[in-house]
């Protein structure tokens, strides 16, 4: 009971919780009333709230919630990631498609869970948190599909999120057998003090990795579910692709550091090996597609691999490099999500060929896209060059110097790639006459602001490097 | 490590072995939505186990109350799942998730 005064430590989340109350009232008195505006104020006021909280260190509830740098950070990425997702969410739906009133509440509920999960210190909180997601995400998928099989890919979204949640689950419950503790730090502390090789540690980490690779993005959920990705609308795509897969590779971090990286067993070199594969498949299946979203996602097992390299040194530079590269990696997915969504309203089609003389119809997309691409491939001078620099320094700095020849081989791999897009987009000649289109004011802003943010860390990294930093010395005090 | 551990552990195991094979080889959706059922509550298992028996004695509130709500996540994905295998046998008269699986 001794911390039960800090309970306001909560106000950001309590914000967000007000927020998609009141949008969900709304939507049973109102349903003709648009509530994405609504939505945004709780955003903002959560973010006002958690500005108040900088640079400070709370703990909540007997440590059930550590409200430290590593927090605030991914909480900060969360938020602006979120923000962004509901700005351009109200673009994304077809004509003839009524929107369903309640659906950003779902959104405000699903951000509360990824900021509770990214400052959980204790598995108990920690697994309701990410279940408080997961379970937005589900109903997310069902209220906005798309034709027949629409459902049929969300429910394979729920059946495939289910079984890695109960994977998660066993894993932790597998450091809980081991360390007897379920708060992270004190878990840590005892799996430290055991003695010689752990099989049954080494059997967690493999299983913990296995529960966060759907989230993660590492296995992706079009495997299981044909027709995800036309099934399920762009917007809530977006939406896991950046806040979802910001909070689980953060929630695995501090999992990471807290637990077994004090242990004996051989755990970065599994995490070694699982990247340096996800990167390599992710790029090659990513530059053979033709569709665009396909390619993302695609794309996204590369970049969850990139991420995983930041583990391999997770004692010195790595939660500080693996803390800019979600912050890029968010930015990017965002910017070509948003600028898909944007062009969807010209041409109703996903295929990478039909994108032919974007720049000449659409020309602010086109140098979004493009911009998106370069980052997303990690060329210089743009935001995910840095992430990646940094990423793969780590993985030097941590013995894994075959990891960085592996990662920058796949940057020179998804180059070549990527130009084929660049290419289309801005060279070739339109395969047909495309009418002009006028976009809302809020998906310009989305595209507009990812792309600037892209920009603007690739020329200067200097401040998100400093709060990187201040994270990371957060979490390994 | 005693039989009590053991046998719980090797139970869980069993458990969690019949849920994944549950998921991975039906194709109703009711019944791999019951396969990730089993593979919650023998993760849940472990907890108890551990809570009773193993290390985690001295924080034995602590496991019970993870399988408390481990159980209660489950029951929530659950009425997820059921409303929207509900909502695919209206539209294909069957549980099947075989049309949507590439």
Excluded at chain 1, 362 to 381: E, Q
Excluded at chain 1, 387 to 395: D, N, P, R, S, T
Excluded at chain 2, 41 to 61: D, K, P, Q, S
Excluded at chain 2, 84 to 96: D, G, K, N, T, V
Aim: with cysteine.
């Amino acid at each position: 009971m001794r911390t039960f005064g800090n309970l306001l430590a909560f106000s950001p989340e309590l914000w967000l919780l007000a927020g998609a109350i009141v949008v969900f009232v709304m939507a049973r008195f109102m349903p003709r009333a648009s509530t994405t505006p609504v939505a945004l104020v709780g955003l903002v006021l959560a973010f006002l709230a958690l500005a108040t909280q900088f640079k400070q260190t709370i703990t909540i509830l007997d440590g059930a919630f550590l409200l430290d740098g590593f927090a605030i950070f991914a909480q900060v990425v969360v938020l602006g990631a979120a923000a962004l997702c509901l700005l351009a969410s109200r673009a994304d739906s077809l004509p003839g498609e009524s929107p369903v009133a309640a659906e950003p509440g779902f959104f405000l509920l699903a951000t509360l869970g990824a900021m509770l999960a990214v400052s959980a210190g204790e598995m108990v909180s920690l697994f309701l948190a990410l279940e408080l997601l997961a379970s937005n995400l589900y109903v997310l998928t069902g209220l906005t599909r798309r034709g027949a099989g629409g459902i049929g890919a969300g429910l394979g979204y729920l059946v495939l999120g289910a079984a890695s949640s109960a994977i998660l689950l066993y894993g932790l419950a597998v450091i809980f057998g081991l360390s007897g503790e379920t708060r992270l730090p004190a878990a840590g502390q005892a799996l430290a003090a055991l003695r010689g090789t752990q099989p049954a540690l080494l059997l967690a980490v493999c299983l913990l990795l296995a529960g966060f690779s759907v989230r993660m993005g590492l296995l992706p959920v079009r495997w299981w579910t044909r027709g995800f990705e036309t099934g399920v609308s762009p917007r809530v795509t977006m939406f896991a692709l950046s806040v979802g897969v910001v909070a689980a590779i953060a929630v695995f971090g501090r999992i990471a550091v807290s637990t077994f990286a004090g242990s004996h067993v051989p755990y970065a070199a599994v995490i070694a090996v699982v990247a340096a594969l996800a990167m390599s498949a992710g790029n090659l299946l990513a530059i053979t597609q033709s569709s665009v979203r396909r390619l993302l996602v695609y794309s996204g097992i590369a970049q969850a691999g990139y991420a995983l390299v930041a583990f391999t040194d997770l004692k010195r530079a790595g939660i500080g490099a693996l803390l800019i590269f979600l912050t890029t990696l968010a930015l990017t997915s965002i910017c070509a999500f948003a600028t898909i969504i944007a062009y969807a309203r010209a041409v109703h089609s996903d295929a990478i060929r039909d994108l032919a003389a974007m720049s000449r119809t659409t020309p602010g997309l086109a140098v979004a896209l493009g911009l998106a691409v370069i980052s997303l491939a990690g060329l210089p001078p743009v935001a995910g060059f840095f992430g990646k620099l940094l990423v793969l320094q780590a993985a030097v700095d941590g013995g894994f110097a075959w990891l960085a020849v592996v990662g920058a081989l796949n940057i020179v791999l998804a180059a070549l790639g990527y130009v084929r897009i660049l290419r289309i987009v801005f060279v070739d000649p339109p395969v047909f006459e495309v009418a002009p289109v006028r976009l809302g004011l809020s998906i310009r802003a989305t595209v507009a602001l990812s792309a600037a943010g892209i920009v603007f860390l690739g020329l200067f990294l200097g401040p998100l490097y400093t709060a990187a930093s201040y994270g990371r010395s957060a979490i390994l005090h | 490590m005693s039989a009590g551990l053991n046998l719980l552990l090797v139970a869980s195991a069993a458990l969690f072995a019949v849920g994944i094979l549950g998921v991975v080889t039906r194709r109703s959706a009711v019944v791999m939505l019951l396969g990730t059922q089993f593979m919650f509550i023998a993760a849940a298992l472990v907890f108890v186990a551990v809570a009773r028996f193993g290390l985690g004695a001295e924080r034995a509130t602590a496991g019970a109350s993870m399988a408390l709500f481990a159980g209660a996540v489950a029951a929530a994905e659950l009425a997820v799942g059921l409303a929207m295998s509900a909502l695919i046998y209206r539209e294909h008269r069957s549980f099947a998730l075989d049309a949507d699986r590439g």
